[in-house]
């Protein structure tokens, strides 16, 4: 079992940044792949970045690819996501997730994802 808990998040002008946080507890975090997910009002939870345990192979949504970083520690059993050139349609919850099991390549779709933290708010004023 693994527990994850989001922090970081909040408004922010349109081209600003934010960092966000994933505080993992419980079983071994280096086994886990990790993710962070969003979601808009009206809208399905859709994926934003990934990245494995092992090799630290990423992912990125197009939306994102050259303004968001992940990256992960596994000694510190954090995740985080760098958010640059903020826009207002990144507004939404986003989750950190973590998906049991070694994998080639990053898992970026929902249902490769056992444990969900409860999500923080960005808002992104224009």
């Known amino acids: 079992q693994v527990q994850l808990a989001e922090s970081g998040g909040g408004s922010v002008q349109a081209g600003g940044s934010l960092r966000l946080s994933c505080a993992a507890s419980g079983r071994t975090f280096r086994s886990y792949d990790m993710g962070w997910f969003r979601q808009a009002p009206g809208n399905e939870r859709e994926p934003v970045a990934a990245?494995?345990?092992?090799?630290?192979?990423?992912y990125y949504a197009d939306s994102v690819k050259g303004r968001f970083t992940i990256s992960r520690d596994n000694a510190k059993k954090m995740v985080y996501l760098q958010m640059n050139s903020l826009k207002p349609e990144d507004t939404a919850v986003y989750y950190c997730a973590a998906a049991d099991g070694s994998r080639y390549a990053p898992a970026s779709r929902e249902y490769e994802y056992d444990y969900w933290g409860q999500g923080t708010q960005v808002t992104v004023s224009s």
């Open positions: 990245i494995t345990w092992r090799r630290g192979r990423t």
